[in-house]
């Protein structure tokens, strides 16, 4: 209930409005109460909270780290007999007019006098210049100066150069390269100088979020730090069979190639090597080799110029969910044989079509690429005991690894060509269910395909015509009674699939196909 005063206000109350008004009045001239001293302004100074700082990494790194200038030498198009190089729209020397040759002949004396200065430029007369092709980056490992950079920055070089965080320029010399991994070594000569050089770290113990510093030389920026994280480890890029890279956010960029990434220790943990980008630039991922895997490559080419490698000399494939199906193998992991090449380690121990390799030395396999990874980091000559699924069975085979040929590559089966003859009719409505139309191959070994289903589960698996079934569930066949005798007896040992290996022009491979609806 509000109340309405009447009457005269009190001294006291007529004091208090009097103050308040004073207040107000002192307020709106001056902006501030009468009561609060004036202060003036200063400097922003936040006090932030204390976070990690990449300085002290990138002070101890950085004169280790190098630019590295690739040079390929040009061929001249012409040449007058002198050193002189002329090539104007694909004219040579001898195609100038008579009188031009004593005035050309004299401005290309005059080059080569210059030349005698930059010999390593220009080289020796009719050699052709030297000319920048590449660039990348690279890392001091020893005092002496041997470099490790990427294949792919140096396979196309005559001449390097490797440029210092101070400037300086070294001539250096290729010990080595190995493609399979893009690794490469150089060296320098510093005659007599002690460089700074950086430590290999321990990559088993580097997690997924873990801090790293990029250096390197991007764009040909020269020294530039970068710093993210580890996004992922174990990263197949399909760039060989020994893919296992470390994936980082940090900005790489071209010319970053061959620079090494840095833990908070100052320790290589990778070295970039190739980014995913679809403009070109950075979008934060890119992918750099595993010390582990550097380290060893690294090591040999520096003792030998090249890297040996073990070797069981079997072709392999994936075990997908349908093949472990097809096989009685309780999870789609190992590698599974497709062929023992003749007189390889592999056959000499008696691997067979059809195996799975489910372990090394009492270590799982995950899959193919795992297995080759695992077998090429063993020294040939090394003995190595592998679990093999055979026949719904475990064994054991004991192989004595072989040197991986430097020239190695997957034989090619023959090709086979297409013939069309009659089946018996339950064979051919057996076969007709799995989407394949057979007939006899010409050397009497396998099935020749003439004819695939668009709509069936062999079309969809990428078999194709002209393609030849040479084994069903590791049992050769020959007809197509063979291919209904082997998949009855599959359903009878309750198989929900059976494996067949094709054989084409590319090679052979397994494919697992269902068998439910056959009868």
């Known amino acids: 209930m509000l109340k309405n005063f009447r009457g005269r206000p009190s001294l006291k109350t007529v004091l208090q409005a009097s103050t308040v008004a004073g207040l107000a009045a002192a307020v709106l001239a001056t902006g501030i109460p009468v009561e609060i001293s004036r202060s003036y302004a200063e400097a922003v100074n936040v006090q932030a909270p204390s976070v990690p700082s990449f300085a002290n990494v990138v002070d101890a790194v950085s004169p280790a780290v190098v630019s590295v200038r690739v040079e390929s030498r040009v061929k001249p198009a012409s040449d007058d007999g002198n050193g002189f190089a002329f090539d104007f729209n694909g004219r040579g020397f001898d195609d100038l007019p008579d009188a031009l040759k004593p005035f050309f002949r004299q401005f290309g004396e005059q080059q080569n006098r210059q030349g005698q200065n930059q010999q390593r430029r220009f080289g020796h007369p009719g050699e052709g210049r030297l000319r920048p092709v590449a660039q990348g980056s690279g890392f001091f490992i020893t005092e002496d100066g041997y470099i ?306 668009p709509n069936s589960d062999a079309a969809d698996k990428g078999i194709k015509e002209g393609e030849t079934i040479t084994s069903v569930n590791n049992q050769e066949v020959s007809s197509a009674d063979d291919v209904v005798r082997v998949i009855n007896q599959a359903k009878k040992d309750g198989r929900t699939r059976a494996l067949f290996q094709i054989q084409s022009k590319d090679g052979s491979r397994f494919v697992a196909l269902p068998i439910n609806g056959q009868g």
């Open 148 to 453: 490790v950079t990427n294949n792919h920055v140096v396979s196309d070089g005559s001449a390097f150069v490797a440029v210092m965080n101070d400037g300086t320029e070294l001539d250096a010399k290729l010990i080595g390269k190995d493609p399979r991994t893009d690794l490469a070594v150089l060296k320098v000569d510093g005659k007599g100088r002690k460089f700074t050089y950086v430590n290999w770290a321990d990559d088993n113990k580097v997690r997924v979020g873990d801090w790293v510093v990029a250096v390197g030389n991007p764009f040909g920026l020269g020294g530039t730090v970068t710093a993210g994280i580890i996004s992922a480890r174990g990263r197949d890029i399909g760039s060989g069979p020994y893919d296992d890279y470390l994936q980082v956010d940090a900005a790489v960029n071209r010319g970053n190639s061959g620079g090494p990434t840095f833990n908070l220790n100052g320790q290589v943990v990778g070295i970039n090597t190739a980014i995913f980008s679809p403009s070109g630039g950075s979008v934060g991922i890119a992918f750099a080799i595993p010390a582990s895997t550097a380290k060893d490559v690294v090591a040999d080419l520096m003792k030998d110029g090249t890297v040996s490698r073990g070797y069981l000399g079997v072709q392999i494939q994936p075990v997908t969910k349908d093949i472990a199906d097809s096989l009685g193998l309780s999870e789609a992991s190992g590698a599974l044989v497709v062929s023992a090449q003749e007189g390889t380690p592999g056959q000499k121990a008696g691997m067979k079509t059809g195996d799975v390799v489910t372990a090394v030395n009492g270590e799982p396999v995950k899959d193919a690429r795992d297995l080759s990874r695992r077998i090429g980091a063993m020294t040939p000559g090394s003995k190595v005991e592998l679990s093999v699924w055979r026949s719904g069975k475990a064994q054991s085979v004991s192989v004595e690894l072989g040197t991986l040929p430097a020239d190695q590559q997957a034989s090619a089966g023959d090709d086979n060509d297409e013939q069309e003859q009659a089946q018996p009719p339950a064979s051919e409505k057996a076969l007709a269910d799995l989407g394949l139309t057979v007939g006899p191959s010409d050397d009497g070994k396998g099935l020749a395909i003439t004819g695939i289903d």
